[in-house]
């Protein structure tokens, strides 16, 4: 069908094409009815460029459109050419001062701590970069879209409202003109013609609703008959549900529907199906019945092509609204006239109430573009934004019901316009003032919570998801709200009073309607049988809980609107507790004399609730009128003498005693949902408004009472009246066994009430309350967090209440569900005062910089701080008691000093000395001395001895502050000198104080009652000297007196048995600890960084004293044997290392590597025809081998790893888990400590020695050693290829040997005999095997003729890889390494030079003979490659290694230390003319004098023969001072690495100056190698030969085509590979981040974009556009892209985290701590704080540091075992 349609639409577009734009204008500017004539146009044209068929080609769609379209119009506006019109309308144009900018997603944004008005204001990045802000202190975000850069917007900062971009402009818009007046009356009036019917248009179409029918002025003659069956998006089904659905309704491949998903999931709507009617109408119907099961079906909507055609150019006509209004201020100014103008229909009928008004109607696309049409035009014109808030707020009601009923986030919503408008203070307040919008808001909001109780208070059903998803959409208005509420207003005028006080009746009836929501009664014998919903009231008390607190800080700022709202709120809680006492029977309570008269009630068998908000508002107001000091200034106006102290108190001291019952477990068959309310009552987020408020009230009333009837009250309250009020309980009790649990439940009670008196005298901190300002407040939270434990800045914070003001969500991050609501960005007023109370110390390689106390604020430690919750309460006491033991002090934490109330609450005091308080006081003490059963306990005691100090403090100051003619009321030093009244006749508290000093059981307590007598003393003392009131002489000092001795003494005593007794401790301690360190050995050596251990390489090996020593050749310094005892980890037996005992193995892990790779975008493509033999010097694909350097027998550790698979065989049966490791893959953790490994490594002794055979005087030369060998080789190409050739006779076969010329001593029909034992053979072929497997990534098969060659590879690469490491880190090459790559290099080559004992002799030969070749040309070796392409080390490893399997047939004499010592000077030889070929290309500019040294002549001379040889090809150099240089520079990683492997092939101890750091040894290297000093003699040496070499070398053809620039070739030496560079200043990285789009879904932002730290590549990760398939898997980008970049091992950073991810194959991840810290040394991973972040470089160092040590598959496998939810991730789809 496609094919038939393509020639007509082709043939369309040359005749749309044709159309001229200025004809047709000119047309318009002719005619008499406008509209008319554009209508038919368009009804001509639309349908013939949009929707010709099933998928839209927006190109052709967009350039036929401007031709045909929007080009006449454009002619029109003008009246002439519109590149011409438009250039002279932007010269008038005066650009706005305000920036606008409308946020990506991902976008950074920034808000300044300092100066923003509130904190939705925002800059952009460019914005942020040119204004003062960026010195300032301030926060960075990513925005979730939508929301524009408030840059010039005078309303939102206090300083600095413009970037230097915006400033400019600022000059003129003082007087504010018209912008009209820069147009011509002409363009004013076609533009206005124009503007009105193109906007209508677009609104009529985009807002219609019939599916086939177009508005009568577009129908078309002729119709067509095609429909498109479109489906629309909305947030209940999921992508795998729509996927699953079209793939079946359209019958169109997955990734055909992913495809449509995504385009549904970003435009809201796409058309699955085009065609005829039924057609279409089939899809829906398929569609609809999928996915209408559980819930309600997709959206589908069949509609005619021409519909959609016009939907899709009103769509595009708003765009180009916006841009056109981009040229002009004056064209702006007339769309908003346009827009807002009423249309006939009179109220809401202009074009922008009719968009508002369907907002919900429309698709998401739609709703977007004309978002920011809006953005663009009314929010940008000063005049008209006003105009806009005004309609907007008169739309208010509908608009949010709109939006609560449909199912877009808000970001979608033109509900989200909100924060635009109502956060502009000057708006805020006229919408406040003249559309009451207060008032409107909460009435809106009251009118959505419709489930009320018969007492008309809320009413919660259960809390569903669906249930939270609505209750969600409501608190939108909360938020609205806040935004009115936020700034507050300087002036009152008498408009404004009156509406906000409108505004708080509303909200007072709000709480009205929460005032006792949700109660509880205590449940009896059986346990509730549904935990009763409770969420949702508390949800809204939290997110209500700022708006109260604004409320309050609103009323505070005016005298008048206090006292109106303190009287309202007054009133309405008069009403809540209407017929309060109704029905309850009074009850009389008389204790010491007083009596009070109560209701009966009893919290533990009547209703309670926790929902008290109209108490505690006016508890808020209560402390405000103190605070203003309005109750003084005006006490006629107050309503003070209405106030019924018993009424205020009863409704919070109920859910305060609530809480002691709870806690003394009396509650218990309530289940949790109480304990979770309690838990959130006290908990930082809600205390504010709770819990600290209840506290104020209490304080309120006993400050207005008689401090004795509100004890009684308490008392009764707490039903513990009974007990204070009988002389003789505590004996009766104790004479009575049987109640234990209820005189448990009693002593919970008192303790529980004794704290609360403590809160009630002590809690002063709020102003208002006593005499404070808020950063004494806040200080005081700070001074008792930091009590407990020094503290992160992030914990600190998050333990604060934050700051009213910046409680609001940022308003770019509106709707992000990542993101949870209000908690992050916090401000807590902490930075002010944070220095004044403690220190910071900073962070180290890992962990957080840390706030500690300050000493000298210990002082004002309060042990019964009210904020602390129980755990905190004995962690901080614990902690500071420490403290004083530490500083030699005594352990008594005394009551701090305390400010004084404020005059209202002033007589708060008094409690502490009513003559009910000392009841309870001297009978707690009474039970304290009588000493018996459980009538008291130790809390409850310390609580009354605090509770004395206090009162002393107090006393105290009050002496202290005493004017001359006062005397002081407060004399409680006297009243606890008195002995108790009748009838009990006690002794007097202080007495009873004397008593207990001595008491052995009060041990604890000892330092408190000692600090209360001395106390007491000194206010004796004050007294006396003033003579105020003289307190009475009791026979209490002289007791005092006396005992003081007796108690030195006793002290002293003590104090010896203590120390007798740490003594012993500290010996068995530490006899225990060495007893670990011996059994624990290997761990405690065992320290895996680099520079940390020093038990190094000489300790290890045999002393020789020989201090030039070389390290291999027939001049080796020889070695003398040493015997080697070893431990097994598992059964703890000692053995000694020998070749013939059962095999010790070394757990290790064999892992590909790039590291070192050259060449990222080469991998193995298949890896059975892959011949590893010859390694690339680009290192591309290398193989690693690690080890902890554990050592077991092992039979020991195939005994543990059976177990460990069966273990895991039945766990995967059982429970389906995966682990960290994967055992089927031979993967296991060490059993020590807990490495991640995959094989083991036998351990041996060095494996020449036992093949060395006598030494003859006389070794060939190099010359001499290539044609033996040459011989050798030939000879066994020939007997090999007998060998092969089938049919061949036995007889003619030995024929041929005969006529061979056996070199002389040759004796290829001889095999060693292997010396290993079987043990050591068979883990010979299990390493060898495993590094065949994992290296090349194939089944095992030990047979493989490529095992040996991967052994050889495995140890090279290895040692290449800690080569570079020691090099990067400027360690010297043989400086102490640690144990574990000590051990692990040792056990690896002596392995590797031992394999071939186990390998087929003429495998091994063969490789020898072909390694060989490729530098010494035999025949019969076709295709090897050129030195170009030839690791050298890799070469060197490999003949060395091999060269055995030769040797050992040969008896002619030849040691293998000559062969080893020949083939390095050869390969040596081999690697400089690879040096000088591709790595001397450059003379830089540094000529040197050419008069130079015999060396330099040399290297000159042999450059010369190579540019003979080259054929001239290779570029002419005269500086052999440089070419030596590049030579010296070029080969010393080789050597470094040659001396490695040398050193621990042959065990020869490293020269002593190769250990120091410093210079580049390059003499004692070559010395150490046997290789001359001026390296240039190998070549002179053995001339004849090396010209035959270098010869062949050089004519290569590869060599040639390198000369001649038509291939590349590596150069020396290779640059160390690093992570890639990251910006100083994490945003930028977020901006990179931002502009970054999915490569696969054209255009769109990515969501989750993120870094690969090796190679750079930003992918597109976690998600379902970027996943493709790997091995028959669909893996996410990041996993795809580590097969390529890093052979299944990535480094990646995830920009929108701020988080590293490292992954490991498809199973293994885990996240990484980031390199970018705050200035608090914290790391923000997720970017909730938004602190400037900033590049820690010795964090990325580490980071570098893991991936160079091929540590990274450990350190995940560390961080899975550690948490094991990191396993269950699906990391293949990151
Ligand atoms: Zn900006
Ligand atoms: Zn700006
Ligand atoms: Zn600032
Ligand atoms: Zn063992
Ligand atoms: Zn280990
Ligand atoms: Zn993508
Ligand atoms: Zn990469």
Known sequence: MASELEPEVQGLDRSLLECSAEETAGKWLQATDLTREVNQHLAHYVPKIYCRGPNPFPQKEDMLAHQVLLGPMEWYLCGEDPELGFSKLEQTNKPSHLCGRVFKVGEPTYSCRDCAVDPTCVLCMECFLGSIHRDHRYRMTTSGGGGFCDCGDTEAWKEGPYCQKHELNTSEIEEEEDPLVHLSEDVIARTYNIFAIMFRYAVEILTWEKESELPPDLEMVEKSDTYYCMLFNDEVHTYEQVIYTLQKAVNCTQKEAIGFATTVDRDGRRSVRYGDFQYCEQAKSVIVRNTSRQTKPLKVQVMHSSIVAHQNFGLKLLSWLGSIIGYSDGLRRILCQVGLQEGPNGENSSLVDRLMLSDSKLWKGARSVYHQLFMSSLLMDLKYKKLFAVRFAKNYERLQSDYVTDDHDREFSIADLSVQIFTVPSLARMLITEENL????????????????????????????????????????????????????????????????????????????????????????????????????????????????????????????????????????????????????????????????????????????????????????????????????????????????????????????????????????????????????????????????????????????????????????????????????????????????????????????????IMLVGERFSPGVGQVNATDEIKREIIHQLSIKPMAHSELVKSLPEDVSTCILRKENYGNPSLPTSLENKETGMESVIEAVAHFKKPGLTGRGMYELKPECAKEFNLYFYHFSRAEQSKAEEAQRKLKRQNKEDTALPPPVLPPFCPLFASLVNILQSDVMLLIMRTVLQWTVEHNGHVWSESMLQRVLHLIGMALQEEKQHLENVMEEHVVTFTFTQKISKPGEAPNNSPSILAMLETLQNAPYLEVHKDMIKWILKTFNAIKKIRESSSTSPVAETEGTIMEESSRDKDKAERKRKAEIARLRREKIMAQMSEMQRHFIDENKELFQQTLELDASISAVLDNSPMVSDMTRTALGPAQTPVPEQRQFVTCILCQEEQEVKVESRAMVLAAFVQRSTVLSKNRSKFIQDPEKYDPLFMHPDLSCGTHTGSCGHIMHAHCWQRYFDSVQAKEQRRQQRLRLHTSYDVENGEFLCPLCECLSNTVIPLLLPPRNIFNRLHFSDQPNLTQWIRTISQQIKALQVLRKEENTPNTALSKNLENVDELQLPEGFRPDFHPKNPYSESIKEMLTTFGTATYKVGLKVHPNEEDPRVPIMCWGSCAYTIQSIERILNDEDKPLFSPLPCRLDDCLRSLTRFAAAHWTVASLSVVQGHFCKLFASLVPGDNHGDLPCILDIDMFHLLVGLVLAFPALQCQDFSGISLGTGDLHIFHLVTMAHIIQILLTSCTEENGMDQENASGEEELAVLALYKTLHQYTGSALKEMHSGWHLLRNVRAGIMPFLRCSALFFHYLNGVPSPPEIQASGTSHFEHLCNYLSLPNNFICLFQENKEIMKLLIESWCHNIEVKRYLEGERDAISYPRESNRLIDLPEDYSSLINQASNFSCPKSGGDKSRAPTLCLVCGTLLCSQSYCCQTELEGEDVGACTAHTYSCGSGVGIFLRVRECQVLFLAGKTKGCFYSPPYLDDYGETDQGLRRGNPLHLCRERFKKIQKLWHQHSITEEIGHAQEANQTLVGIDWQHL
């Open 438 to 757: 207060m008032t409107i808001i909460i009435k809106t909001f009251m009118d959505h919570l419709r489930h009320r109780d018969a007492q008309g208070r809320f009413q919660f059903e259960r809390y569903t998801a669906l249930q939270a998803f609505k209750f969600r959409r409501v608190q939108s208005l909360i938020l609205d709200l806040k935004y009115v509420l936020i700034s507050k207003p300087t002036e009152w005028s008498d408009d404004l009073r009156q509406k906000f006080l409108e505004g708080f009746d509303a909200f007072l009836e709000l709480l009205k309607c929460m005032q006792g929501m949700d109660p509880v009664t205590r449940q009896v014998g059986q346990h509730i049988e549904m935990e009763p919903e409770w969420e949702a009231a508390f949800t809204l008390q939290m997110k209500l809980t700022h708006v109260i607190s604004m409320m309050q800080d609103w009323c505070a700022l005016d005298e008048k609107v206090l006292i109106e709202a303190y009287k309202k709120c007054l009133a309405v809680l008069t009403q809540c507790h209407g017929g309060f006492t109704d029905g309850e029977q009074p009850v009389t309570l008389s204790i010491c004399g007083h009596s009070v008269e109560t209701i009966r009630y009893c919290v533990s068998k009547e209703k309670v609730s926790i929902h008290l908000p109209v108490s505690r508002l006016l508890a808020g107001l209560h402390v405000l009128v103190s605070k203003s000091e309005v109750a003084y200034k005006f006490p006629e106006l107050l309503p003070l003498s209405e106030l019924s102290p018993p009424m205020l108190i009863e409704h919070p001291l109920r859910c305060l005693v609530l809480c002691a019952q709870v806690h003394a477990g009396m509650w218990r068959r309530n289940g949790f949902s109480l304990v979770n309310q309690i838990y959130y009552y006290h908990n930082v987020k809600c205390r504010r408004e709770m819990f600290d408020k209840d506290i104020v009230m209490l304080q309120t009333g006993v400050s207005m009472m008689d401090p004795n009837h509100f004890l009684m009250i308490m008392l009764s309250r707490f039903e513990l009246h009974q007990i204070f009020s009988t002389p003789d309980y505590g004996k009766k009790i104790s004479s009575e066994t049987t109640h234990k649990d209820l005189v448990q439940q009693n002593n919970t009670l008192i303790e529980e009430m004794l704290y609360l008196i």
